[in-house]
């Protein structure tokens, strides 16, 4: 059979339409600010059913900011969980589809992934128990303070709750040596790349390393790569002297995966991230007081210093999940 050819008077077909894309909004919020958040159901607790709603934009878990390998150790605890889009959330508060949707009523807690999924929560009906499992997003319109004592928090010190850190299964401490000369610096905040650029002009017996950026980042002072990836990550911070961190944030700061790895930390001086580090840490108000801060420990000549602060490290994020899943399973069965 012939091949069909267009004639060149022809005009070109059309491109396909593309797909629409939702705005991130949570649409319930609406309804929220206006009509408050519905009744919590009072029927009894029939097993461990956890249904997660996620926020809008995100297709997973992951992508909500709510580390996945938490929930693989919670459903260890015994819980079964299920996972609803935004969009599936919002079709089952209009009663427009089955189950698995429609397990918003049927679970025995209800948990939002993040702020942004709290909206949905709060107004679905025939739920028994809901929360929040806090990510680093802050409520949206946080300003008008629908989100205030309108959940419990499930979550880090740092993220407003009570449950202790946890870090992925790469962050422990490995069998490297551990340089006397290497100051690692974790992302592109100023906080940390101004330290080490200062640290640079003071001194010429010192190597950098610089984690969690671009692969084409320029900067003032020679330092060495490292590739991404948390197997290579675990291995610059357990071989570093010293690192300087920056703020916490979300369920996997690098500041809490360098503790687990054994790593002296410095990090700076505010509510979360002290809240997260404790004893652990030091704090730094600035690049020069966080410079002043490594050179502390470079200039620890029985490693006392650091010894201290590993020991608190490995006592607050002893590494992996299982704790942190087994206090929320706690907090779960709780409500």
């Known amino acids: ?10 005009p070109p077909p059309p491109p396909p339409a593309a797909e629409p894309v939702l705005a991130a909004v949570p649409w319930p919020l609406a309804d929220l600010l206006q009509s408050g958040p519905t009744p919590l159901s009072d029927r009894q607790r029939l097993g461990s059913a956890v249904t997660l709603v996620l926020p809008p934009g995100a297709a997973t878990p992951r992508a909500a900011g709510v580390p996945p390998e938490l ?18 959330a919002e079709h089952a508060l209009a009663a427009e589809v089955d189950p698995p949707a429609g397990s918003l009523a049927d679970a025995d807690v209800v948990l939002a992934a993040g702020w ?7 107004m679905a009906e025939g739920v028994r128990a809901r929360a929040v499992l806090p990510t680093a997003d802050a409520p949206p319109l946080a300003d008008l303070g629908w989100a205030d004592g309108a959940l419990p928090v499930l979550g880090p010190a740092w993220l407003g ?16 040596h551990r340089r006397e000369d290497l100051v690692l610096v974790h992302g592109e905040e100023p906080f940390g790349l101004l330290a080490a650029a200062i640290l640079a002009e003071r001194r010429d017996d010192l190597t950098f390393a610089v984690t969690g950026v671009r692969e084409d980042l320029a900067l ?3 330092f060495l790569g490292v590739e991404p990836g948390p197997e290579a990550l675990a291995h610059a911070f357990a071989s570093a002297t010293v ?13 809490v995966a360098m503790l687990a790895c054994g790593q002296a930390v410095v990090a700076p001086d ?17 690049p020069l007081e966080a410079a002043a801060a490594v050179e502390d420990f470079l200039r620890d000549p029985d490693y006392a210093l650091r010894a201290e602060r590993a ?20 907090h779960l069965r709780a409500l």
């Open 71 to 88: 929930l693989a150790a919670l459903e260890g605890e015994g819980f079964a969980l299920t996972t609803l889009t935004a969009d599936e």
């Open 220 to 222: 003032p002072f020679r």
């Open 1 to 10: 059979m012939p091949r069909l050819r267009r004639r060149d008077d022809e």
């Open 311 to 330: 020991r608190a490290g490995f006592a607050l994020v002893p590494g992996g999940w299982a704790d942190t899943a087994a206090s929320l399973a706690a």
């Open 116 to 122: 942004a999924a709290a909206p949905a929560v709060l």
């Open 161 to 176: 709750g009570e449950l202790p850190a946890g870090a992925d299964a790469a962050y422990v401490p490995k069998p490297v």
């Open 270 to 286: 505010d509510a979360p991230t002290c809240s997260a580090l404790g004893d652990a840490a030091s704090y730094a108000r600035g």
């Open 243 to 255: 690192a300087i961190a920056p703020s916490v944030r979300g369920w996997r700061p690098a500041a």
